[in-house]
């Protein structure tokens, strides 16, 4: 999987997976998004320079002969190359360059989750983070409404913590909920990654 700059249709496909009733429970604000109001945030966090956010497209190829996957995507096959679906998009927001820390954000396409892309992802988020915007801590939330016990495995893969718990952060449903709260650390990210000898995911 690879990091690409996120286009306008792009936007409004993620408009469309923020919508699903699957991904409400992970979000901040339950508000369904209009077409107008994704293209003035792209225009606003992404499109701007001087934005704090630093997000990315998530791509893989599809490959000619992974027939589960040919028939839910279109190919150009005069040229024979392959489509590259998006499959997710995130990075890391509210930066604070002076601070040198950020919030790791994340979302894949709900009909995809299960198939070990997050992990790649956040994998591929924290590089960024460490190893080019010159970050040394990214921090993140995640709803006890939602999939806490994901960004638990992301903690423990990437040499994170566990900062305690904030409460009443997530009304859900006619419920108010806590969230888990945690901490990437550069330094021991970046050992965790040379000892053990692989590149990042």
Known sequence: MTLEPLTR???DQIR????????????????????DEQQEWYTR???NRES??????LRRDISLDATEEVANYTFSRACHTPYRPLLGYGGIEHISWEAR???????????KWGKGLGSEAVGLFLDQAFSHLNLTTVYGE???????GFWEKMVAKNEGTHDGDLRCRKYYKGKQYSSYYFTFYGHDWKCNVYNSGKAPE
């Open 9 to 11: 249709d792009d936007a």
């Open 101 to 111: 820390n950020g919030e790791i954000s994340l979302l894949i396409d709900p009909d």
């Open 45 to 47: 966090e992404i499109a």
């Open 16 to 35: 469309i997976w923020r919508n699903d009733p699957r991904v409400l429970p992970s979000l901040r604000t339950t508000k369904m998004l209009t077409h």
């Open 52 to 57: 704090h956010t630093r997000y990315w497209a």
């Open 142 to 148: 995640c709803y006890y409404c939602a999939a806490v």
